[in-house]
């Protein structure tokens, strides 16, 4: 029985999960523990990260340019270790890899899912012990089972995605995950290491106070966002006032919040940034999912997000992401 009466654990809710479909294998409530486990890891680390030596650029690179944190690194190998070691994920894509990491032994090539995550993200918040996050997407695999897995399998449309979720290390630590059933959000109880059921059935708000764009970008924009952004500030009376900004600097934060309580997130095209900084695959595709589950919208300011086609697992988008009305309202901008 669980620690706290009536609330059940992670591992609790997706057995219940699985017990709701009498034909589910159990693979992905499996693949979902994982994540928990790896999840408890990275936090541990995270409490320690000022006392564990791991702050501060580790020196390296990685892929996309940006020094990595030794966190980052960290992170990176425990997700990638846990799941590994598993029994539900043939190979991961990570914003730490430039490759595939495809695990290709007898049990992993059995699994039907693979996965894409930002093991890390907002990893400059680290060394000020402000929010950062971990993002995961899990997709059913399109290659043979008991074949290794391929890069094709990593580029399917962001619709084709069976699960996505992220874990914010905050205040407190929490683990957010959708499937086409719903968003359900489970607080980390350090004490005993378990995550329990905190926030069942998330959805967003219709309409929030908050926007989170980074204002340095404010004239290198397009026009029709610079005027969006002064609405936005504007006091105009077909609004309730200013929307506040709020702007973590980690995306996973602000999103989160604005999914608890309402709100927009945009990180358009900026100069010297045509396709925005965010990555389509595994930042914009998994929170662009839980967001539509839980009510709201999310598009490239053109397209909805979930229905682009990734050319390359490193690509990045622009993307705008929250409150299906203020969501309306910036696409009045952008038409
Ligand atoms: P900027 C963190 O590095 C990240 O990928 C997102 O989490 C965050 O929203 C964004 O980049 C911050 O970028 O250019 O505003 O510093």
Redesign the pocket.
């Known amino acids: 029985m669980s620690r706290y009466k009536n609330i059940m654990t992670l591992d609790e809710f997706t057995i219940q999960q699985l017990r709701l479909f009498p034909h589910a294998t159990g693979e992905l409530s499996g693949l979902l523990r994982g994540i928990g486990l790896a999840a408890k890891q990275v936090n541990h680390e995270v409490n320690r990260a000022g006392i564990a030596d791991i702050l501060g650029a580790a020196g390296a690179v990685n892929v996309q340019g940006e020094e990595v944190q030794k966190l980052d690194v960290y992170a990176n190998n425990v997700f990638i270790e846990v799941l590994r070691s598993g029994i539900n994920c043939a190979g991961i894509v990570s914003e730490e890899n430039e490759e595939a990491v495809i695990f290709d032994d007898t049990r992993s090539n059995a699994s039907k899912y693979i996965l894409l995550m930002d093991p890390i ?4 918040n680290i060394d000020i012990n402000i929010s950062i996050g971990s993002i995961f997407s899990v997709y059913r695999r399109l290659s043979p089972i008991g074949q290794p897995a391929t890069l094709e399998d990593f580029l399917q449309k962001g619709i084709k995605q069976v699960a996505a979720g992220y874990v914010i290390y905050g205040s407190s630590t929490m683990l957010v995950y959708a499937t086409r059933r719903g968003v359900n959000g489970f607080t980390l109880d350090n004490s005993i290491g378990e995550f329990y059921l905190s926030h069942p059935g998330l959805k967003i708000p219709a309409r929030g106070k908050f926007y989170s764009f ?1 204002n340095c970008y404010y004239n290198q924009v397009a026009p029709e966002i610079r005027r969006y952004v002064d609405y936005c500030m504007s006091v105009e009376e077909n609004k309730t006032g200013p929307y506040s900004n709020r702007y973590y ?4 934060a ?1 999103t989160h919040r604005n999914l608890l309580k309402g709100g927009i997130f945009f ?1 358009p095209a900026v100069a010297g940034k045509p396709d925005g ?2 990555r389509l695959c595994y ?1 914009c595709n998994p929170m662009a999912f839980i967001t539509e589950v839980a009510g709201g919208k999310a598009t490239n300011g053109r397209e909805r997000i979930l229905d682009i086609q990734p050319r390359h697992i490193h690509q990045r988008s622009p993307l705008f992401i929250g409150s299906e009305e203020m969501m309306e309202e910036v696409h009045q901008f952008m038409k």
């Open positions: 993200d907002g990893s400059g980074d600097g980690c995306m996973v602000d990180y900084k965010l930042e």
